[in-house]
Every structure is written in structure tokens, then in C-alpha cells.
């Protein structure tokens, strides 16, 4: 079917095309050295002074206030690495630009007389040329989660938004291109695009992960959500890719859903469909594995077919 940029999907529509899922069920991962807390809405696996790190999110069953902690593995196990300081942030995540590493995460912003009730969030991001020596320089908008930085084919800055509300509905998702990190700015991020018509009015979703195409394109791993009739929230892992100049956009395609993981805990009733995309990792033969948070409790992987290459080979 010919792919209009007036075309909206919904989650239905995507879920028909995705059709029964992965032939293969992905795989827990283990954490240990977490207090009983759970760990979930993980980064993918990157390397840090020649240790394999995963970031993610180490929380309370009956709280969402959380810490972000890097884990080293150790066999099959992953353990809060003993030189790294943890971070009071939810759902991190990381980039190269520069050959710096780029990592950040949501800060969630308390009620001051109800400590107990978040308000509001930004999203923190720190720099530096590995995990011991991040600074924090650049703070997002409030009321943003999902902001994102990728270093461009010309060495600009690709900025990926999702304002709420007014501008953004639910959330939506945006883009715009400043010349270097220190051009970026909250004005700027709240001014930036939107990709028209990418969800319903009673959908949202966001990026979680840009990758650099060969083509000089964006790749983007990201999510989209809904509720059904009696409250339940439903999360996809969805993938879609554009061009940074003109915002040409492909279609939304569904890469993963909660079903082509195991059966596992949830952090509340509504929660149980739902999975977020951490990062994913190309890999050679045509195949990449896909990252995930699930249900607010617990973090899987999975092997899948590469979703970016049908992008490159077009």
C-alpha cells in the first residue's frame, strides 16, 4: 500500500500488520546487588573503559521514584558496577557525538508540599568522555520525557522532541537541527516540528534511540501507547526512519510487542502489556537485538530481523 504523509496508524492497524509476532521468545535478564528493587527500561549494551555496561532504571515495586545505576556483567549476571555513581533519573539512555558519550535520563519534579506527587519531569543529559567523568550541560523543557541528540552525516546535531499537550497531544514526536551541542537550547526544542499525522489524537509515542543510516538518514527506535476501554495501557516497540532535511518519514512498523516475551511480573494491573524500547544493537547477517523494560518490573532482549536495513537497501 502506497504510504501517504496524511496516513494515520493506529495501534490497531500496525498490530494487523505485524500479524502473530517473533517465532522466538526473548530472554530475561538478571540482576543481582538490586536490594529486591527491580531493574527495568534499560539501555542497550555499551562499552566503557573496555567493560560491557547496561544502564537501567532500579526502582521500588510501590514507588516510582527511581535511580539510575550501571551495571557491569558478570557471566550471566548483571551487578552495579563498584566505581560508577548512580543517578536520581528514570529511563536512560545514551549516544556518541563527537566521540563523547552523551548519556541522559528524566528527572522527576515532586509536589513541594505532597512529596509523595510528581508534577512534572525533564530530561537531564550529562557528557563527558566516559561514565566517571559525565557534567551535566543541557537541561529539556518540562513536561518532556522521550529527547533525544544524534550526531548527523554533516556533523550537526539532530534533536528528536516530544512536547505533551497544547503542541504534542498525548505526545508527539518532533525534530529539528542545531550546528553544535552548545546551540542547543529549551526555546529551540519547544519550537521544534512535529511530524504531522504520525498518531491519533488518543495515541502517543516517542523516540527512544536514533541511529545514523547509511544513507545519511534517521533510523528511530521508538514507542507508541494507548489505552484501551477499561484503562489498560499498551506499548509497542515500533521503528520508522526520515530525512533529517525535509522530514520525509516512513511508515511506523511494529518490531515488538509484551507477548514475544516470556510471562513475568508487572509493577501494577495496568501495566501488564507493555514493553519500552531501550536501545537496539545491529549485527551482522541481517540480524539486531532489541532491548526492552516490560510492564514496569523487568528488562528483556530479543533477536529480530534488523529493522533499519529494509530502510538502506530501498
Known amino acids: 500500500m502506497q504510504f501517504e504523509q496524511n496516513d494515520i496508524q493506529t495501534t490497531l492497524s500496525l498490530l494487523e500488520q505485524y500479524g502473530k509476532g517473533n517465532a522466538l521468545k526473548g530472554t530475561k535478564l538478571r540482576f543481582e546487588g538490586t536490594g529486591g528493587k527491580d531493574v527495568y527500561n534499560i539501555t542497550a549494551p555499551f562499552i566503557d573503559r573496555g567493560e560491557q555496561i547496561?544502564?537501567?532504571?532500579?526502582?521500588?515495586?510501590?514507588?516510582?521514584?527511581?535511580?539510575?545505576?550501571?551495571?557491569?556483567?558478570e557471566q550471566d549476571v548483571w551487578v552495579p558496577h563498584p566505581d560508577y555513581p548512580s543517578y536520581e533519573l528514570q529511563d536512560p539512555f545514551f549516544t556518541l557525538i563527537?566521540?563523547?558519550?552523551?548519556?541522559?535520563?528524566?528527572?522527576?519534579?515532586?509536589?513541594?508540599l505532597y512529596p509523595e506527587h510528581i508534577?512534572?519531569?525533564?530530561?537531564?543529559f550529562y557528557r563527558g568522555k566516559d561514565i566517571a567523568s559525565l557534567r551535566a550541560f543541557l537541561k529539556g523543557p518540562y513536561h518532556m520525557k522521550d529527547l533525544r541528540l544524534i550526531e548527523l552525516a554533516d556533523?550537526?546535531?539532530g534533536v528528536l522532541t516530544r512536547p505533551q499537550g497544547l503542541k504534542g497531544g498525548r505526545g508527539s514526536i518532533g525534530f529539528y537541527k542545531a550546528r553544535s551541542l552548545a546551540d542547543i537550547t529549551r526555546e529551540d526544542i519547544e519550537?521544534?516540528?512535529?511530524?504531522?499525522?504520525?498518531?491519533?489524537?488518543?495515541?502517543?509515542?516517542?523516540?527512544?534511540?536514533?541511529?545514523?543510516?547509511?544513507?545519511?538518514?534517521?533510523?528511530?527506535?521508538?514507542?507508541?501507547?494507548s489505552f484501551d476501554g477499561?484503562?489498560?495501557?499498551?506499548?509497542?516497540?515500533?521503528?520508522?526512519?526520515?530525512?533529517?532535511?525535509?522530514?520525509?518519514r516512513t511508515p511506523l512498523k511494529i518490531i515488538a510487542r509484551r507477548s514475544d516475551f516470556p510471562e513475568g511480573d508487572s509493577k501494577r494491573a495496568?501495566?501488564?502489556?507493555?514493553?519500552?524500547?531501550?536501545?537496539?544493537?545491529?549485527?551482522?547477517?541481517?540480524?539486531?537485538?532489541?532491548?526492552?523494560?516490560?510492564?514496569?518490573?523487568?528488562?528483556?532482549?530479543?533477536?529480530?530481523?534488523?529493522?533499519?536495513?529494509?530502510?538502506?537497501?530501498?
Do not use: C, M
Open 270 to 314: 495496568d501495566l501488564v502489556d507493555v514493553i519500552f524500547s531501550g536501545g537496539l544493537v545491529r549485527k551482522t547477517g541481517g540480524l539486531a537485538e532489541l532491548y526492552v523494560g516490560a510492564s514496569d518490573a523487568e528488562a528483556y532482549r530479543i533477536e529480530i530481523s534488523d529493522p533499519f536495513l529494509e530502510y538502506e537497501q530501498r
Open 230 to 248: 477499561s484503562g489498560q495501557r499498551h506499548y509497542y516497540a515500533v521503528t520508522f526512519a526520515f530525512d533529517p532535511d525535509t522530514l520525509e
Open 54 to 73: 547496561i544502564a537501567g532504571r532500579l526502582e521500588g515495586r510501590e514507588t516510582e521514584y527511581s535511580e539510575v545505576v550501571f551495571f557491569r556483567q
Open 119 to 124: 508534577v512534572s519531569w525533564v530530561t537531564q
Open 155 to 157: 556533523g550537526e546535531i
Open 191 to 225: 519550537a521544534a516540528p512535529l511530524f504531522e499525522n504520525q498518531f491519533a489524537l488518543e495515541e502517543w509515542g516517542g523516540a527512544n534511540e536514533p541511529h545514523l543510516l547509511a544513507d545519511g538518514r534517521i533510523g528511530v527506535l521508538g514507542h507508541i501507547a
Open 98 to 112: 563527537n566521540g563523547e558519550l552523551i548519556f541522559g535520563g528524566v528527572r522527576v519534579i515532586p509536589d513541594p
